[in-house]
């Protein structure tokens, strides 16, 4: 077999457009054996947290250790990501993430594909992260509006020991709602399906590749349940036609794929454990948690046209557990043997953290008690952190009212002091604090859609000063302040620019003639109100059931109480219209 170098996927191409040798097939009745190692969803974890734990100078040394084992076993290795490098960690979101790019440059990424996250910034932005980036960034269903014409690279072919492998990138389309749709004016993110089936017949045209990888940012639907979300990985293998993918990488779930049995996985999965990939329609689908915590590592053979799955595991990058020693104090265990970290990594990485953590160490108040910030608490019911971030942006705005998706809540606030880079990693996206005008009229129809948005999907809002009742259609009993709502009396909402913008498919408002953007950002505002408030006390932002959601059997319920209610009064409407001039007149004897 031809040996080529470790180059990024443009010189691959060029050399597999001109190089004969390279372009023809696996060679019949021969096996071939390749590796998929991966990761997904990293969020600016460049640096190990304080523990020690994952970090890009650990995963270096993983990586080029499982690197040299394929490579001693005779197969040939990929190193793939499946998107959301950017956004959540402050000392990467302060500089672009230049140094988890940078980072992956060193540890020998092959391909990345695009998440909703690399849309958070600008479109500038991202294309001075691919100059940065020494492998492709993939998507293969991103389109400009206006010519029609793919936004990025939809796939790049690699050759491994004479096996021709295509990875082709693949973006959740809910991005359009998910990123900050001012920025997205004239990007379209099209129906991955399609766009595979598309994508898949032009590589079997022109590349004729051995194996088909999909690297993807949709998401684990387990068994094809996706709820709100948009369809997944699951759903993508079932939909098309068998054997027009071969093996799918995927991201945005943070799930750590692994099957207890048929379409159903491992739930709350622990470092060491076996893990087996599901396997939809013939596809294999694999996904590594998040934040470089696991390296994924599938080894396969390939034959005649056949894929075998040899075995998989999932690696963890210095996960630790936490005991109780016997003198009362705390030691943190790794699961595994310790991986050491790379002297050249850290030597590349150590200035960028430092030039970051001089802005951002810097103390801003204290809490007494847990702010409540995790995705299954945001996306799912009111807490206390909603409710501090709104009252900040109501007084900041001097509004009536607040209203925010929870997918805008990253994090939660521990007891103690808060640093600056608290309340990034809390917001860092980066909004600003709007507000608008609204009569109660417009409120009511406002409150319809944003209050019935799914629980578990970005776009569960978090309500200050609002107490109502929602029915996953409607909303009835709706108080402002603690007062009912009047359709003709003025309200001021806050809010922030990203759902304003009709962003996590809240109702636009920034077109609106009350709308007013205040400029400030919504971290510095936080800010500012921890500045005045501290310490804050956890108790004093408990919700106290304002939001009601009717279940499908309490709204079951009241609708037959309230078809009994009407059966009863019938007699009466029944004789009123017998003798329309009134009860009284009829019962004259």
Not at 77 to 103: K, Q
Not at 208 to 221: C, S, W
Not at 352 to 370: F, H, M, W
Not at 423 to 443: D, H, K, R, Y
Request: proline fraction near 5%; hydrophobic fraction near 40%.
């Amino acid at each position: 077999a031809l040996l080529i170098p470790r180059w990024s996927g443009k010189g691959i191409a060029l050399l597999l457009a001109l190089t004969p040798m390279l372009s023809q097939a696996a060679v019949p009745d021969r096996t071939y054996r390749f590796s998929l190692l991966h990761t997904n969803d990293e969020h600016g974890h460049f640096w190990f947290n304080e523990q020690g734990e994952y970090g890009l100078a650990a995963q270096k040394t993983l990586m080029d250790t499982l690197r040299y084992d394929v490579q001693a076993k005779g197969g040939g290795a990929l190193i793939l990501s499946a998107g959301d490098v950017n956004t959540g960690v402050p000392e990467s979101d302060e500089l672009d993430a230049e140094p988890d790019i940078r980072g992956m440059n060193l540890i020998g990424y092959d391909a990345m594909a695009l998440g909703n996250h690399e849309f958070d910034k600008p479109l500038d932005i991202l294309r001075k992260q691919e100059k940065w980036a020494k492998f492709p960034f993939l998507a293969a269903n991103v389109y400009q509006k206006s010519s029609g014409q793919r936004l990025f690279k939809p796939w790049a072919v690699f050759n491994r020991m004479g096996l021709k492998i295509a990875v082709l990138g693949l973006i959740t389309p809910q991005t359009a709602q998910l990123a900050n749709p001012a920025a997205l004016k004239d990007i379209e993110f099209r129906d991955p399906i399609s766009e595979t089936e598309k994508a898949v017949a032009e590589l079997r045209a022109t590349e004729k590749p051995d194996v088909i990888v999909a690297l993807t940012h949709l998401g684990y639907d387990e068994d094809g349940k996706h709820g709100s979300n948009a369809p997944g990985d699951v759903t993508l293998a079932r939909s098309l036609p068998k054997g027009t993918l071969d093996l799918i990488v995927g991201g945005h779930s943070h799930d750590a794929v692994c099957m207890e049995k048929e379409n159903v996985s491992v739930k709350n999965y622990q470092p060491g454990q076996p893990c087996q990939p599901d396997q939809q329609n013939g596809v294999w689908i694999m996904q590594a948690d998040k934040w470089g915590k696991y390296v994924g590592r599938g080894d396969f053979t390939y034959r005649n046209g056949e894929i075998t799955l040899a075995s998989y595991q999932l690696v963890p990058v210095n996960l630790k557990h936490k005991i109780n020693n016997m003198d009362g104090s705390e030691s943190w265990l790794t699961w595994q043997e310790e991986i050491p970290k790379n002297t050249a990594m850290m030597k590349l990485l150590t200035p960028y953290q430092k030039r970051a953590d001089a802005k951002l160490i810097v103390n801003v108040g204290s809490t007494e008690g847990v702010f409540e910030g995790e995705n299954d608490k945001v996306r799912a019911e009111q807490t206390n952190l909603g409710q501090l971030i709104l009252r900040a942006q109501m007084a900041h705005a001097k509004a009536d009212f607040g209203v925010m998706s929870g997918g805008g809540i990253r994090t939660s606030l521990k007891p103690g002091k808060i640093s600056w880079r608290d309340l990034l990693q809390v917001q860092p996206f980066g909004n600003q604090v709007v507000s608008v005008t609204l009569t109660g009229a417009e409120i009511k129809k406002y409150l319809a859609v944003v209050a019935n948005i799914k629980p578990n999907s970005g776009g569960y809002a978090q309500f200050s000063n609002v107490s109502l009742v929602a029915d996953g259609k409607s909303v009835s009993e709706v108080r402002i302040k603690g007062q009912p709502i009047d359709d003709k009396q003025s309200y001021r909402m806050a809010t922030n620019s990203f759902n304003a913008a009709g962003g996590d498919g809240y109702p636009r408002l920034d077109n609106h003639a009350g709308y007013v953007n205040s400029g400030d950002v919504d971290a510095e505002v936080l800010r500012n109100w921890f500045k005045t408030h501290s310490p804050l006390k956890a108790s004093d932002y408990a919700t106290k059931g304002e939001i009601i959601h009717l279940t499908e059997a309490e709204i079951k319920a009241r609708d037959e109480a309230a078809e009994k209610s009407r059966k009863r009064n019938y007699p009466q409407m029944f004789l009123a219209w017998i003798w329309p001039w009134g009860r009284e007149t009829a019962n004259v004897q």
